[in-house]
């Protein structure tokens, strides 16, 4: 299937593009608009995804939570993405692409996906209901971007900054705590 980028689709006819596409083409869509996304992350994106996959799955109940690492996607009303890392409750059927329920996402950030993982993926996830924290990751240096919904069940407008290798990214709500340390060991300075 071939996709014009002023057609507008909807999501099922997204996953049949999906389907077809050539291996190793990724894709999003945004506004009904099928967009490439980037592919071949760098040693360093792919060692802070992996390790951030593993420090959740050690600590998250793995009979209630599920972890992923890149190819799950994430439906919010305009769009599909695909994070670094998704968390969502266990049970979802074993074919299914996406959630619309996810609980943590973490993105990795490369040179050509900042301005997007620093301004309109938080603004997308952070109204989805289940979310209760989002992660954005510096690929060079031990420095996220933490958003956390709050007691009052609401995000703070702007994130935590967390940086040096001495420093956790604290998610109460789930008492999950990712020590930057184990992260980011072997990475930067």
Request: hydrophobic share 40%; charged share 20%; proline share 7%.
């Amino acid at each position: 299937m071939t996709a014009h980028p002023f057609i507008i689709v909807d999501k099922a006819t997204f996953y049949r593009f999906v389907e077809d596409a050539p291996e190793g083409q990724r894709h999003e869509v945004v506004r009904g608009r099928i967009v490439q996304d980037m592919t071949g992350a760098s040693l360093s994106h792919a060692k802070i995804t992996l390790r951030i996959a593993m420090i959740l799955s050690r600590q998250l109940d793995i009979d209630k939570m599920s972890v992923s690492v890149s190819d799950r996607g994430v439906e919010t009303p305009q769009t599909i993405r695909f994070p670094d890392v998704v968390v969502e409750t266990s049970g979802a059927p074993p074919k299914s692409r996406s959630t619309l329920s996810p609980i943590i996402i973490v993105e990795v950030l490369s040179e050509t996906s900042s301005e997007r993982d620093l301004e309109a993926k938080p603004a997308e996830y952070t109204h989805l209901p289940s979310l209760m924290a989002h992660v954005v990751a510096s690929q060079d240096e031990p420095a996220c971007q933490v958003w956390l919904r709050g007691g009052n069940g609401t995000f703070d407008g702007q994130p935590l900054t967390i940086e040096g290798r001495d420093q956790m990214i604290h998610i109460p709500a789930l008492s999950v705590a990712i020590p930057l340390a184990e992260v980011y060991r072997g990475i930067g300075s």
